[in-house]
């Protein structure tokens, strides 16, 4: 069974950085892609990035486009966003996702969430 557990979160300025982490287990970390997913309170869940399972293609929101980077390390199974020029409106809960459903990303859907971690963006 997958299990995905978020670090990293926290208060921070705005214009600040952080860097999200996701230690992955229980599955073949290389052989899937992942994904970083938000939510804000009151809203829903957003997409942010995703980072195909070689970590040489990353896809990202138009929202973070420019500020966030979303890598990986197959070696050591772990997933990073790396967050700078921070917004009021970045602030979310933020969960590391495993994509499933082959080879043909338009076939995939989320199939493993970790527990989530918080970042809060305030002066």
């Known amino acids: 069974e997958a299990q995905l557990v978020e670090s990293g979160g926290g208060s921070v300025q705005p214009g600040g950085s952080l860097i999200l982490s996701c230690a992955a287990s229980g599955f073949t970390f290389s052989a899937n892609a992942m994904t970083w997913v938000r939510q804000a309170p009151v809203k829903g869940r957003e997409w942010v990035t995703t980072i195909f399972s070689d970590g040489a293609s990353v896809k990202y929101a138009d929202s973070v486009k420019g500020r966030f980077t979303g890598s990986r390390d197959n070696d050591k199974n772990t997933l990073y966003l790396e967050m700078t020029s921070l917004k009021p409106q970045d602030t979310a809960v933020y969960y590391c996702?495993?994509?499933?459903?082959?080879?043909?990303?338009?076939?995939?859907?989320?199939?493993?969430w970790g527990q989530g971690t918080q970042v809060i963006v305030s002066s």
């Open positions: 996702v495993k994509n499933s459903g082959g080879p043909n990303p338009t076939n995939w859907y989320f199939a493993s």
